[in-house]
């Protein structure tokens, strides 16, 4: 485990760096991966940001990165909790990464240096402390990036996971000129059309249990398609059922393929989700986690209501 | 219009106060109400606050706060735009506050001391720089009030009101230790079942117009009695249109009586909510404004629609 120093003193040594995020990548570890790359061209390296995808809402990350022609030779891994998850880059990273930057306190990369800071609510904190230690000069457009992750993964500073040091760090991007409002407006505040019809849909789908301490949500194929919805659109369903008074646990159920399940577990007090979603090989933090799970309809729903009956004793 | 300085020299050579509050009354008028009044009775004064309501997942605001028994010398209104605004108090007060202290631009309120600062997101900013200044100690049940202002008025910090200076007393406060994610969590994640399912219904009532520039909701009085849902729960509805992808003006219709509707506007962009307001007798901030109109609930929705078509050309 090194330092904010060490890892300053490791990018001015090394170079031609290609940078990797997570699949199903959002704001944080694009905002990292985006952050970092324009901050080491900034200080005359070479770098490029690899994604599995990159949803056009977050197009605007890139704004300002030169593309560069060079052959790696650093492999960094921003936000990226386990190799799993670097998706179809998998195999192609998972022995090769040279510096893993992370916020996820059960983050098992193999790295060469590893830095893991599990007090920060968002990764982009930790990369907007380490590029202050870089020299480099925070731009509007890292500033967008830094301000993007901070923002998505607190969800625009609402959860328990935000501290002081984030508010304070939100407060400098914003005084160097980030577009907070343009920025915190199409995370959280544009729906499209369809995605409304989507979340009407949504609701007509809630179960409770457990005495109403446990809510669950689904989504499946024939949804998505008689509304004409893709997966980009799914994003912040999971929220739904925890925010109903009393309940603890709140499940959402995305039919992904026939009989394959994406499941998001969010929690309130002292019910770990990482825990729940462990027991079905999935992870994440304590209060937001996920996994997948394979089966009929029925038989997933009732393992999961079953699990939470069983946590929630 | 005096200084923040003037204000605190103020309250420390008068005494017997009694803070007035808005009606349908927010976190932002009860907190800086209950702030001002923990911090008044911290320094030896005598100080009430008076509301027309109090819903009760605002109680625990008034924690700390003495039951003082003496009759009312200085009138403070707090986040009160103008005296109307006092609802059931208005004849009683109108003419006879001291001090007004307010962050809406419009504010037309009559005062013997009158500090606006429109550039405040929340009122409850004004409230925490005065209190620095009178050297009241910031305890954790003022920082969960100032917090609270604070917060709700930014739409927890989403909004484009918030400024860099929003961000640093928010993490002033979160270090003097507000309960910011239970706060949060009670302003912003919480919903009812029944609420859920007002959500639904509402869902169901979307209008377009201007080619979907303009997003109308609305709810009766027949909904309210067959969900059985009280006035607390229409908080955050008028949220709603506006977030909607394309959508310049979004209107909430809210039946209050038969033929009697409030309505509350929420703008994007250059639209000017307070203008729009404004011309049925109603007003409020740029983005956000709200007015009542009297008429059949036919008529009532085509007038805002043409009102709505006009304003977007």
Redesign the interface.
């Known amino acids: 485990m090194t330092t904010l120093y060490g890892l300053a003193k490791y990018f001015s040594e090394h170079d031609n760096y290609e940078i990797i995020t997570h699949n199903y990548p959002d704001g944080d570890t694009l905002g990292s991966g985006f952050a970092l790359c324009l901050g080491l061209q900034q200080i005359g390296k070479k770098a490029r940001v690899i994604t599995t995808s990159f949803p056009s809402k977050f197009r605007y990350l890139e704004i300002g990165v030169e593309k560069q022609e060079f052959e790696a030779e650093t492999i960094i891994a921003v936000d990226v909790a386990n190799e799993s998850l670097l998706g179809v880059n998998t195999e192609k990273y998972k022995n090769i990464i040279d510096v893993c930057i992370d916020h996820h306190g059960s983050n098992s990369v193999y790295a060469k240096e590893k830095y893991v800071d599990r007090q920060a609510a968002a990764n982009c904190e930790i990369i907007y402390r380490l590029l202050q230690r870089m020299n480099v000069r925070i731009t509007r457009n890292i500033a967008d990036c830094l301000f993007t992750g901070v923002s998505t993964d607190t969800g625009?500073?609402?959860?328990?996971n935000?501290?002081?040091?984030t508010?304070?760090i939100?407060?400098?991007l914003?005084?160097y000129g980030c577009s907070?409002?343009y920025i915190?407006?199409v995370m959280?505040?544009?729906?499209?059309?369809e995605k409304?019809q989507l979340?009407?849909a949504v609701?007509?789908t809630?179960t409770y249990a457990a005495d109403?301490q446990c809510a669950l949500i689904y989504t499946t194929l024939d949804m998505m398609k008689s509304l004409n919805i893709g997966d980009d659109e799914m994003e912040g369903l999971a929220?739904i059922p925890?925010?109903?008074?009393?309940v603890r646990i709140g499940i959402t159920m995305r039919e992904k393929e026939e009989n394959v399940y994406k499941i998001s577990v969010r929690t309130?007090g002292n019910l770990n989700a990482s825990d729940f979603c462990s027991r079905f090989g999935g992870g994440g933090h304590p209060a937001a986690a996920g996994c997948t799970i394979k089966g009929e309809f029925d038989f997933v729903r009732k393992l999961l209501i079953s699990a939470a009956e069983l946590a929630l004793k």
């Open positions: 625009c500073f609402r959860y328990s935000t501290t002081s040091e508010m304070r939100a407060a400098d914003m005084e907070f409002a915190n407006k959280f505040e544009t729906k499209t059309k409304i979340e009407r609701l007509d809630i109403g929220s925890r925010q109903i008074e009393g309130n």
